[in-house]
Antibody
Framework: EVQLVESGGGLVQPGGSLRLSCAAS????????MNWVRQAPGKGLEWVSV???????YYADSVRGRFTISRDNSKNTLYLQMNSLRAEDTAVYYC????????WGPGTMVTVSS | QLVLTQSPSASASLGASVKLTCTLS???????IAWHQQQPEKGPRYLMK???????SKGDGIPDRFSGSSSGAERYLTISSLQSEDEADYYC?????????FGGGTKLTVL
């Protein structure tokens, strides 16, 4: 079965760090574009970052310089390292496949609060 | 700037049809988009990729009641024979090199 499962969310203080994981099954992460998207409580979807199959990475202005997307081909897993977290980063974080987001994970909640 | 515009809300009666609109910024009127559904308290679900010529490819298990069409910079999602479970937020989404964009979403109410 083709699926994505996120993990690593939780409660973190402002200025703290967190690493999210997105485990893929049924397909190969490294041969696809992979995205992170977030949704703040009661808000719409916001793109966060993409890693292309060739390894090039891009970020939304709101997270550039603080977040890093990466993948481990041996584990078929996508990651999002989040540093210098702010209250406005509080959201459910989803990983999704390709330009069309044809596969979504169920999401993991990140809460930034003191 | 690549922008997608959606109406915030729409409503239609049970069993009727509804057509949701997503408008691309004028300079990007040829771009393909994707439609996604988010039911209350659930994660998003991919519905279809919709091309400029109206051709579309749906995700696994998406009912025939869901279809897409295009006209100029507008991309449409039509849902026929509305059911209660179609009440959800609907997002359009597109992409270019180094950027991904979501519309603000349309909240569909089934009356």
């Amino acid at each position: 079965e083709v699926q994505l499962v996120e993990s690593g969310g939780g409660l973190v203080q402002p200025g703290g760090s967190l690493r999210l994981s997105c485990a893929a099954s049924g397909f190969t992460v490294s041969t696809n574009y992979m995205n992170w998207v977030r949704q703040a409580p009661g808000k719409g979807l916001e793109w966060v970052s993409v890693i292309y199959s060739g390894g090039k990475t891009y970020y939304a202005d709101s997270v550039r310089g603080r977040f890093t997307i990466s993948r481990d081909n041996s584990k078929n897993t996508l990651y999002l390292q989040m540093n210098s977290l702010r209250a406005e980063d509080t959201a459910v974080y989803y990983c999704a496949r390709d330009d069309t987001y044809d596969i979504w994970g169920p999401g993991t909640m990140v809460t930034v609060s003191s | 700037q690549l922008v997608l515009t959606q109406s915030p809300s729409a409503s239609a009666s049970l069993g009727a049809s509804v057509k949701l609109t997503c408008t691309l910024s004028s300079r990007h009127s040829s771009y393909a988009i994707a439609w996604h559904q988010q039911q209350p308290e659930k994660g998003p679900r991919y519905l279809m990729k919709l091309n400029r010529d109206g051709s579309h490819s749906k995700g696994d298990g998406i009912p025939d009641r869901f279809s897409g069409s295009s006209s100029g910079a507008e991309r449409y999602l039509t849902i026929s024979s509305l059911q209660s479970e179609d009440e959800a937020d609907y997002y359009c989404q597109t992409w270019d090199t180094g950027i991904q964009v979501f519309g603000g979403g349309t909240k569909l109410t089934v009356l």
